[in-house]
T-cell receptor, first 112, second 112 residues
Framework: EAGVTQSPTHLIKTRGQQATLRCSPISGHTSVYWYQQALGLGLQFLLWYDEGEERNRGNFPPRFSGRQFPNYSSELNVNALELEDSALYLC???????????FGPGTRLTVL | RKEVEQDPGPFNVPEGATVAFNCTYSNSASQSFFWYRQDCRKEPKLLMS???SGNEDGRFTAQLNRASQYISLLIRDSKLSDSATYLC?????????????FGKGTHLIIQP
């Protein structure tokens, strides 16, 4: 069974640009979470999508947004990129919300 | 107060030794608990869920003390391949609304 996949692996942008990151969950999983892991910091919860809807977001500004498609894959958009947005962005999926989440390999975003 | 606190280490341990990590969490309403391992520049991978009754998976034993809000992980007969960062993870709400809360991790180095 294929795991969570993410693309691209690496992304380099300049300040002010927009970034789009993509995630495909494990087959059958309907919930997708996005996390940010900046250097030296723990994983921080960004967004939660379930059944095509944004269900909750963490303490991040509105320029972090996304969506979930009918096939449960998801996209994270970061607008007006700032240097401090440089981080590893991880997507995770789960079938049952109280249970463990399974992570993709991440997209490493570098903002110059 | 940090939501999930861990000793960052590093723990330098000879191969074959037993090593124990602890973490504390601040949200007494937390519903489920996990240990993940994260290798350098990789995604977190689920090591095991943690139950109040304690649970074991091969060389790994996890314990949860809800009264003290304390979680532990014991690794017996450590292997070189156990070298990684171990993340203590809490699901603060049973419904998954807030994502998972991660500690910053404990860095373990197994020495030959």
């Amino acid at each position: 069974e294929a795991g969570v996949t993410q693309s691209p692996t690496h992304l380099i942008k300049t300040r002010g640009q927009q970034a789009t990151l993509r995630c495909s969950p494990i087959s059958g999983h309907t919930s997708v979470y996005w996390y940010q892991q900046a250097l030296g910091l723990g994983l921080q919860f960004l967004l939660w999508y379930d059944e095509g809807e944004e269900r909750n977001r963490g303490n991040f500004p509105p320029r972090f947004s996304g969506r979930q498609f009918p096939n449960y894959s998801s996209e994270l958009n970061v607008n007006a990129l700032e240097l401090e947005d440089s981080a590893l962005y991880l997507c995770a999926s789960t079938l049952i919300l109280a249970l463990a989440q399974f992570f993709g390999p991440g997209t490493r975003l570098t903002v110059l | 107060r940090k939501e999930v606190e861990q000793d960052p280490g590093p723990f330098n341990v000879p191969e074959g030794a037993t090593v124990a990590f602890n973490c504390t969490y601040s949200n007494s309403a937390s519903q489920s608990f996990f240990w993940y391992r994260q290798d350098c520049r990789k995604e977190p991978k689920l090591l095991m869920s943690v139950y109040s009754s304690g649970n074991e998976d091969g060389r790994f034993t996890a314990q949860l003390n809800r009264a003290s809000q304390y979680i532990s992980l014991l690794i017996r007969d450590s292997k070189l391949s156990d070298s990684a960062t171990y993340l203590c993870v809490v699901n603060p709400s049973g419904g998954g609304a807030d994502g998972l809360t991660f500690g910053k991790g404990t860095h373990l180095i197994i020495q030959p």
